[in-house]
Each structure stands twice: as C-alpha cells, then as structure tokens.
DNA sequence: CTCAAGATAAGAAATTTTTCTTATTTTATT
DNA sequence: AATAAAATAAGAAAAATTTCTTATCTTGAG
C-alpha cells in the first residue's frame, strides 16, 4: 500500500482527561504501542490498515476495537489526523527514538535496579542471541568506541 | 511457560480466577514487579517489610494494598508463604533471572521487533550510559567471546 | 484478665485498559 | 433515487489492576 503521502494540515485535538505530552509523559499502553509500531513502520495509515496488520503480525484484533484505541491515542496526543479525507489518516506523534529510549529506561529502572550492564548481562546471557547478533554487538561497541 | 516453575510446598492456595501456572505464563504486573524486586533483593520477608521498603524506594504504597498483592501473588503463585509464625514470611517463587529474562524478551519482541541488537542500539545511544559502564560492556563482551 | 497494637483474609470499590455496541455519515453502485 | 458497504464518534460494557474497607485473630503490656 502506497499509502498516503499527503495531505499534511494536521489538527491536534484537545487534551481533556490525559496528561499533556510535555508534562507527564504518560506512556502508552501496551496495546497503543502496537498500533504505534505499525505508525512508525509504514508511517501514516488508516485504521484499516493498522488493524490488518496487526491481525497479520500480532493477534486477532477487531476492527472497532483498534479504531475507539486510535481515538484515544489522539485524545492522548500520541497520534494526529488528517481528517480532509472520509478515511482520516492517522500517524505517529512521537518520536519513536525517543518513546523506546524513554520505555527502556523504564526496564532498565523497574528490572534491573538502573543498571543497563545488568540488561546487558541479562541480554548476553539469553540463548536466544545469534551469532551474528553477536558480531553486530562488537561492531556496535568498536563503533561507537571510536567515536570520541 | 518455564518460568513459572514454582514450588508448592507452602500452603498455595485454590486458584479460582487466575489462569492455571502451565497453561498461560500470566506475568507479574507491574506492582507485582515492584514486590517481587524486594523479595529477590532481601530474601522471605513479611508484608511489613516489603511495604517498608517500596515506600523507601519507589513510592508511597498503603500496607493494606501490599498485604493484598501478595496475597494475590501468592493465589498466581509468584511467590510461597511461610504461615509457621504469627506474622507469615513470604518468599519469591519464581526465579529472579528467568523471569527477568523472560520480560526482557518481551521487550525486545514488543519494542524491538525481536532484534536484540536493536536495543542494544537503542541503548548505547542514550545519553545515560556512563563511560564506566561502557567499560563494563567491553569486558562483557569479550568475557563471552573467549567463552567458547 | 483486658485491651491496644499489629497482623491476617476477604470482599468492595476505584482506576486503568481493552473490547463491544450503537447510531450516523459518506461513498459508490445499480 | 435507493441501497449496500465501509467509515466515523461516542458511550457502554467488560477485564485487569490497584487501592480501600471491614471484620477477625494473636500477642504482649499493664
């Protein structure tokens, strides 16, 4: 889907019952963080399409279901839209850089006491890691080593 | 799920509306988190002394609300009682290393579409990485390089 | 012994998050 | 023009999580 590079006269709506965004940054749902996912990947979308593939990718998830949640992330202030067409188009209001580093300070803090060497011991650890994985690992530290 | 082996030799009681342990690994919410941290830190310990220390270092929390939870926890079976004593010692019954193993795979799933490098990107990236734990990275990477 | 302090269990209540229902509106097709 | 298909918003309902209230029991000091 090629979908929707236009139309950009966003509107953001009022913030009634949820904390503003540069207040608290009231993190997002489990759920809203799927439906950011799809934002992010495949940029702006429709309702539609962020159902499909989240029916694809994740679960079952009924159409209304995603829809009232898109409204609510709106309200939040996580999402704008461009309602100038009759499908209104929906993408990403935060950083998504931003929004993982914040959400993995948050495990770094509440799983392993504020140390980010104990997620990566944790991490290291895990069976699940590749190889190349691991290679890439190394590649990142040399890299980043370098740097200053 | 695997991490949720636990042992039943207290007294555990009926699971009435929690999802059986075999069956769905139901993880700890976050609260729960917060108590079981205490119990892997400091070992069994009595409600007064997990209230004590989540209002010392996390935040305020009523007695009553962490006598509940771990009662909660006990009937999910995240953790065992020892009601020997007036005052019941409970202790985590779930391992510390495998359940945070088990969410960090969440995370990496949820937040990082399953590329643990991506966080570990995510995490080198951030600003709150002190040269001192760099250091320990180094070491720990290549600690696990001349492993095998 | 009596009673206060502090512990317990259990249910009710409140919040937060997720899903479902309903009523309307727009668009396209026959 | 009539209707079906698909979209919308908003509120109700359901589920999950957290906190509060109540009633009871045990221990130890006076």
Redesign the interface.
Known sequence: MKHLEHKKQFLCLSMKKYKSQENLPSEPT?SE??IL?VLWEHGPSTVRFVNDKLNEQKREVNYMSTQKLMLIMLDKGFVTKDASQMTHVYEAAVDE?KT??Y???K??D????G???S????????K??SPE??E???E??KK??EKP
Chains 1, 2 share one sequence.
Not at 119 to 126: A, F, R, V
């Open positions: 489990k963080l799927e996912q850089s993982k580093g959400m993995l300070d495990v770094v509440n799983l392993f006491n140390s980010a060497s997620l990566m011991m944790q991490l290291l650890g895990n699940k890691i994985e691991m890439e690992f190394k990142l530290i980043i080593d």
